[in-house]
């Protein structure tokens, strides 16, 4: 089942003064299944933060349709995105995005505090949460008090704490160390085995490596995808590899 659907989308940027357009996205459509990890990559310049943006709700398409559930998420107000995307999505971003006057136990919370929860479901929810994620003695510190990989991983459990359909991360383990972005990966591949869907866009090789399908987006199009099916993580690495010399080069190659 699919849980979410991209269809025919396009995106076209005005420059400031109106004298040209930009077209970021062409025509892309894909979906996702329910407990997929797919990892979205490619060059600079290629569309794939923009498309990320939009299945973030944080911008408007210019054209095409996005259904998270089969509700068109392009077309909610401005005054119901917000709580439509605190209740249905999770965001990992690469710089964390906590906030340093506030205790990394009270920016996991945040989303729940936003939406009003009682006190006793966020407890509730919090203690397996941060004990999973390994983050129970932090709790009390400040963000500028650890680590990156501990930021990251509170950032994670802020994502994950209210059960959201998709979890969007955003270049995830580009400031981390490699000791650290290891572990997050793992930390992403234990959620995903246990049913979260994942949506990851990266330039990293070895952090595409660990998803399910890896897809190619170049000149605002999906140019390729891969499939695990029964390949390694080195598997996944040579073949992702491949692609993006292929890419770079200006190749074609088909879907496999």
């Given at each position: 089942?699919?849980?979410?659907?991209?269809?025919?989308?396009?995106?076209?940027?005005?420059?400031?003064?109106?004298?040209?357009?930009?077209?970021?996205?062409?025509?892309?459509?894909f979906?996702?299944?329910?407990?997929?990890?797919?990892?979205?990559?490619?060059?600079?310049?290629?569309?794939k933060?923009?498309?990320?943006?939009?299945?973030?709700?944080?911008?408007?398409?210019?054209?095409?349709?996005?259904?998270?559930?089969?509700?068109e998420?392009?077309?909610?107000s401005e005054?119901?995105?917000?709580a439509?995307?605190?209740?249905?999505?999770?965001?990992?971003?690469?710089?964390?995005?906590?906030?340093?006057?506030?205790?990394?136990k009270?920016?996991?919370?945040?989303?729940?505090?936003?939406?009003?929860?009682?006190?006793?479901?966020m407890e509730?929810?919090?203690?397996p949460l941060?004990?999973?994620?390994?983050?129970?003695?932090?709790?009390?510190?400040?963000?500028?008090?650890?680590?990156?990989?501990q930021?990251?991983?509170?950032?994670?459990?802020?994502?994950?704490i209210t059960?959201?359909?998709?979890?969007l991360?955003?270049?995830?383990?580009?400031?981390?160390?490699?000791?650290?972005?290891?572990?997050?990966?793992?930390?992403?591949?234990?959620?995903?085995?246990?049913?979260?869907?994942i949506l990851?866009?990266?330039?990293?090789?070895?952090?595409a490596?660990?998803?399910?399908?890896?897809?190619?987006?170049?000149?605002?199009?999906?140019?390729?995808?891969?499939?695990?099916?029964?390949?390694?993580?080195?598997?996944?690495?040579?073949?992702?590899?491949?692609?993006?010399t292929?890419?770079a080069?200006?190749?074609?190659?088909?879907?496999?």
């Amino acid at each position: 089942m699919s849980i979410l659907q991209v269809k025919n989308l396009k995106k076209i940027y005005t420059t400031r003064f109106g004298g040209a357009q930009v077209q970021a996205l062409r025509d892309v459509s894909f979906s996702v299944g329910e407990g997929e990890y797919v990892a979205i990559m490619g060059e600079s310049g290629s569309g794939k933060t923009t498309l990320l943006n939009i299945l973030a709700s944080l911008d408007r398409p210019t054209g095409g349709e996005v259904l998270l559930n089969g509700r068109e998420i392009t077309t909610i107000s401005e005054k119901e995105i917000s709580a439509f995307r605190r209740e249905n999505m999770g965001f990992v971003f690469q710089n964390f995005n906590l906030l340093d006057t506030f205790s990394i136990k009270d920016n996991i919370l945040l989303p729940l505090v936003l939406a009003e929860k009682p006190i006793d479901e966020m407890e509730a929810k919090l203690a397996p949460l941060a004990q999973k994620l390994g983050i129970h003695d932090i709790l009390p510190k400040f963000p500028y008090e650890v680590s990156g990989g501990q930021k990251q991983r509170a950032a994670a459990a802020r994502a994950l704490i209210t059960d959201p359909q998709i979890l969007l991360a955003d270049e995830p383990t580009g400031a981390l160390d490699s000791n650290a972005a290891d572990g997050l990966l793992k930390l992403f591949a234990q959620v995903n085995r246990e049913g979260q869907t994942i949506l990851m866009v990266t330039h990293s090789v070895k952090a595409a490596s660990t998803a399910g399908r890896v897809l190619f987006i170049k000149d605002g199009e999906v140019f390729h995808q891969i499939y695990r099916a029964d390949k390694s993580d080195e598997d996944m690495f040579a073949k992702i590899s491949e692609t993006l010399t292929v890419i770079a080069m200006g190749g074609v190659q088909d879907a496999k």
